[in-house]
């Protein structure tokens, strides 16, 4: 009885104190300001001294890739924007930048609040572990403390339909057992902001919908997403906004039906 | 400071790894985590055997002289070969996931004190056991395994680090390590040291450590306060300078592994 009370009142100061964070930055959710990043080159990764050496004068020159040329983008909380173009425009290393995975070689991204990558979904997933062993340690590297776990794994097994088979090792489970469990953790880890990498591929139709319908539903609270698709579908339905990226630029930026009809008039 | 932060925000995936570090070095074995103990015991039984036995000298109670030195020094030994490891072993879930990548060399160093920490309940036995005994001065313990940490974390931030660009490094580290065995003061005591040398082998942060550990256990003397602090300070430049070199570093983690 005391503890539910306290449980209680420490809920409601938490949710207070989140409140004030949240009306504290507002503002923005992501700040891409002129960013360039280009990657270098390996054709044959000169990688002992001696090969170095001897390609010394080969290697010089033109062997990095622009990937990225001069990007701007703000992205306010609660929007959910869709990064579009075609193979090989930037989107996913975008991402990759705004996971902070890797960095740019210049300009600065700025990013409030707490991200959760749907880029690689089952990263660190342990083939020997349990799914419910494997939930926790792919839940620990997004940053979440055991008792935050403990409070969601009901749902994250129920979210993954996967309650009969949770505790056998993961090597068992089919590839699409495998998305599921993954993405049922990626989505339940109370992140601000989402990114995801055309990731809703996962299972089947009743799966992919339930996934679509959790989107919606995260969007409805207010949480900032960033979303690569080729699928202008899944853009129009989800998206405030669309990034346009052609060749590392940006080319067009907009309300989502206005871009995605000019992209498919180019590329359609 | 913000280590500090990211540490306390990302305690868990620190626990899961340290346990997993722990576990999965027996991994496979029929008795498992229980070689831990096992590990140290063997070794002290195979000391035991050698020196008073085919290596005679002068030194009494050598066995134990020998232990009370080389667990510590295996401690800073297995850290430092399994840290400059540590972020390419890794390397599948860097490439995929952001976290502070700081945790992977910290809970290798972690793991290997918890190592460290039951090899010394032996040590304690028998040290017990063998008629040497124990006294107030293995308070100061704690000290001397502060200090050692400091300076283990410093070195594993720069050698977890720069291993990722050049592997190289791994093997250096391996003959740098046995070339250091000797020069620390650990089947030898300080006194065989020719005077003239003697300044240089201080030259070692391993040497008053070491020495530090054996007048607390196998001496029971104070130890060289003034040499322990200058390697304090020495470990917390170490400390500062890994660190920032990782920083710089770790930017390039995914793109090279």
New interface residues.
Partial sequence: MYQSFLQFYMNFAIMTLEGVAMKKTNELAIEVSHVYKTFKQYYDKANTLKEKLLFFKKRSGNDCLKILNDINITISKGESVALIGTNGSGKSTLLKLMTKIIYPNSGKIIVNGKVASLLELGAGFHPDFSGRENIYFNASIFGMTKQQIDNRIDDIIAFSELEDFIDNPVRTYSSGMYMRLAFAVAINVSADILLIDEILAVGDQHFQEKCFAKIKQLKKEGKTIVFVSHSMEQVNEFCDRAVWLYKGSVKKIGATKEVCDEYLKVCG | MKLIKDLY?????L??NIKKEIRGKYKGAWLGVLWSFLNPLLMLAVYAIIFPLILKNDIPHYTMFLFTAMMPWNFFTSTVNGCSYSIIASG????????PREILPISIVLSNTVNFLITCIIMVVFLLLSGVGITPYILLFPVILIIQEVLLFGISFILSAVTVYA?DVEHIVNVGLMALFYGTPIVYSLSMIPIEFRKFIFLNPMTSIIEGYRSILFYHTWPNFMHLGIVFIVSILIFIVGLFIFRKLE??F??EL
């Avoid at chain 2, 925000?9 to 995936?13: A, G, S, T, V, W």
């Avoid at chain 2, 599948?92 to 976290?99: A, S």
């Fill in positions: 925000q990302y305690r868990e995936l626990k899961t599948n879930i860097i490439k995929k996931v952001y976290f592997r930017k390039g995914a793109e």
